[in-house]
């Protein structure tokens, strides 16, 4: 019996002559394994849908295990994040994120939309990176049952922490003059706009995660904050994110030689 579920590629694997597996997350089974027969193949009817980070209506069987894609439309490419390359380094993290949260077999109703959006910010909206990418970070593991606690110092209680910072290793916010009881962590310096911005990242409805401005030092400490909770939290590294710092690192001197060279022919 064939089925349809709308769901995007979060991981390509080459296998056999001509077949992809994919792991595809969708809302209505979470994250699912799909072998793509044929889509190697230069004519193949399901080759745009085979891709990392295709959104695609997917019609299925299923073959003892495996959910096999028989025929599959594309719903959006995504092609304003997959014409940068920094773009794409930082989607395939956001996949590579996502795959290891998401559960099996278990339907994703917030995950799905969480990724499109973020996706849709970076290539349609063209949002900030650093603040696309902190934002997704954090719902990401708040969904996931790794919210951080943000209301108030953890130590003294108040609602407006006297030099905010975020324990990141036991998800704490604190003073930088209160200290924590256990284990000595890690702790990030915030600021009141960069506070005021992951309270509304982690509680605001999911059409509204990007209604906020921030830029310059606080969505630094904003960004730095978010990326180094993931880490403590998942207690792991991510290659799709160590090449993308490497790319966006490769960039910036770049940048910087050509302004120099510039200013040198203006003299």
């Known amino acids: 019996m064939h089925r349809v579920v709308e769901g995007i590629v979060l991981r ?159 998800g704490l916010l604190h003073c930088k003059g209160c200290a924590l009881n256990g284990p000595k962590g890690l702790s990030m310096p915030l600021c009141e706009d960069s506070l005021k911005a992951m309270r509304h990242v982690v509680s605001c409805p999911p059409k509204r995660l990007y209604a906020f401005s921030l830029e310059g030092d606080a969505l630094r400490r904003m960004a730095d904050a978010a990326e180094a909770y993931t880490a403590a939290q998942l207690e792991r590294g991510f290659r799709t994110l160590d090449f993308y710092k490497s790319f966006r690192i490769h960039e910036a001197q770049y940048r910087a030689e050509r302004n120099r060279t510039q200013k040198d022919a203006e003299q």
């Open 12 to 170: 390509e694997t080459d296998t056999k002559e001509a077949d992809k597996i994919l792991t595809v997350l969708t809302r209505s089974e979470g994250k699912i394994a799909v072998i793509a027969r044929g889509a190697r193949r230069k004519r193949s009817r399901i080759a745009a849908s085979s891709e990392l980070l295709v959104y695609s209506e997917m019609t299925l069987f299923q073959r003892g295990n495996w959910s096999m894609m028989d025929e599959a439309a594309t719903i959006e490419l995504f092609s304003g994040v997959r014409r940068d390359v920094e773009l794409l380094a930082l989607g395939s993290y956001f996949a590579e994120l996502t795959e290891l949260l998401a559960e099996e077999d278990v339907p994703a109703p917030e995950l799905l939309p969480l990724l499109l959006n973020a996706l849709y910010a970076l290539g349609t909206l063209h949002k900030p990176q650093e603040q696309v990418k902190a934002a997704f970070e954090l719902r990401l593991l708040s969904l996931s049952g790794f919210e951080p606690l943000l209301d108030g110092c953890a130590v003294c209680g108040r609602t407006a922490p006297e030099v905010p910072m975020l324990d990141v290793v036991q």
